[in-house]
């Protein structure tokens, strides 16, 4: 057996793993493709659906959030330097020993643990989160055991990108026109310049 049948076959038991714990009655299987979604975008619609705030029916003490399956977790988005700015820090119990890994790093080790830390901090701190957390399933590629249930994959709402201030598109157009106009003047003189020798006078 190669080590990626093996990964696929401790990743498929682990995400049957508590399903027991949880009462299926009733409940929306949505799928969630992470392929090219930004990080924090995700985790707020995925943390929307498995509390079951898109539901009328929503109360805050009781757990009505449905089943949420995110695939494709290796290709997930996230914006500006965080990346190599980003960190997890924990603390091993011993003197001295905080931990801590970058974001690229970890999802070179384990990208589906970056969705579910992103997850669980949106969630509120109370004893319902440990039940809502078994309802999320996260696989890093396209393939999931939960092909035999009544699956809906879930429509990300579009991204708004919000326009530039008008003094900052201002100020981006003039430093534009200032280095078309460097460039022109350089290419100008060196045209002028002809390669001949310049006298100075004293």
Request: overall charge positive.
């Given at each position: 057996?190669?080590?990626?049948?093996?990964?696929?076959?401790?990743?498929?038991?682990?995400?049957?793993?508590?399903?027991?714990?949880?009462?299926?009655?009733?409940?929306?299987?949505?799928?969630?493709?992470?392929?090219?979604?930004?990080?924090?975008?995700?985790?707020?619609?995925?943390?929307?659906?498995?509390?079951?705030?898109?539901?009328?029916?929503?109360?805050?003490?009781?757990?009505?959030?449905?089943?949420?399956?995110?695939?494709?977790?290796?290709?997930?988005?996230?914006?500006?330097?965080?990346?190599?700015?980003?960190?997890?820090?924990?603390?091993?119990?011993?003197?001295?020993?905080?931990?801590?890994r970058?974001?690229?790093?970890?999802?070179?080790?384990?990208?589906?643990?970056?969705?579910r830390?992103?997850?669980?901090?949106?969630?509120?701190?109370n004893?319902?989160?440990?039940?809502?957390?078994?309802?999320?399933?996260?696989?890093?590629?396209?393939?999931?055991?939960?092909?035999?249930?009544?699956?809906?994959?879930?429509?990300?709402?579009?991204?708004?990108v919000?326009?530039?201030?008008?003094r900052?598109?201002?100020?981006?157009?003039?430093?534009q026109?200032?280095?078309?106009?460097?460039?022109?003047?350089?290419?100008?003189?060196?045209?002028?310049?002809?390669?001949?020798?310049?006298?100075?006078r004293?």
């Amino acid at each position: 057996m190669t080590a990626t049948a093996q990964s696929f076959n401790g990743n498929l038991k682990k995400a049957l793993a508590g399903l027991r714990r949880i009462d299926l009655e009733g409940l929306r299987w949505r799928v969630f493709d992470a392929k090219g979604q930004v990080l924090g975008r995700l985790a707020s619609q995925i943390s929307t659906v498995v509390q079951g705030k898109d539901k009328p029916t929503y109360t805050p003490n009781h757990d009505e959030g449905d089943m949420c399956i995110v695939i494709n977790a290796k290709d997930v988005c996230v914006t500006g330097r965080k990346l190599t700015d980003k960190f997890y820090r924990w603390h091993t119990g011993y003197i001295g020993h905080l931990k801590e890994r970058s974001l690229k790093d970890q999802m070179a080790k384990d990208p589906t643990e970056v969705i579910r830390k992103a997850v669980l901090r949106m969630l509120p701190r109370n004893k319902l989160r440990d039940d809502r957390d078994r309802k999320l399933r996260i696989f890093a590629g396209s393939e999931h055991p939960f092909g035999d249930r009544p699956i809906e994959p879930y429509e990300m709402p579009p991204r708004q990108v919000r326009e530039l201030r008008p003094r900052v598109r201002r100020a981006m157009i003039r430093a534009q026109k200032k280095a078309e106009q460097q460039e022109q003047g350089l290419s100008t003189y060196k045209r002028q310049k002809g390669g001949r020798g310049r006298c100075r006078r004293w």
